[in-house]
């Protein structure tokens, strides 16, 4: 058995039912054993559900971090745009274009 392979699978078919993630989270060998059909040694059932949390773990890391990062950049790109505004209307343009470089290149924009 592909242990990545199964862990992947079993992570898509959690993240797919709601309630099958419940039960998962309530009693993980018993879920897991209905999910197999088959009736694994305890050893090798607890390095799935480690496997499969920490994956549902890093996934959701992951879509906080990115949603997080869509904020302040969301952000970012309102204070330049304020920055500019007030450095348009003091006939500062270069000023302006400086601001909104700097914070392009803080976040990553060229």
């Given at each position: 058995m592909d242990i990545?392979?199964?862990?992947?699978?079993?992570?898509?078919?959690?993240?797919?039912?709601?309630?099958l993630a419940k039960r998962f989270f309530k009693d993980p060998i018993k879920t897991l054993e209905d999910l197999l059909g088959v009736d694994l040694p305890d050893e090798q059932v607890k390095a799935l559900i480690e496997g499969i949390k920490a994956k549902l773990n890093s996934e959701e890391m992951g879509e906080k971090?990115?949603?997080?990062?869509?904020?302040?950049?969301?952000?970012?790109?309102?204070?330049?745009?304020?920055l500019g505004d007030v450095a348009d209307k003091l006939g500062l343009d270069d000023l302006a274009n400086k601001v909104g470089d700097k914070l392009g290149d803080l976040f990553?924009?060229?």
């Open positions: 990545k392979a199964k862990i992947d699978e079993l992570v898509q078919k959690l993240k797919a039912d709601d309630g971090v990115e949603g997080f990062t869509d904020k302040v950049e969301g952000l970012a790109d309102k204070v330049g745009d304020k990553g924009k060229k």
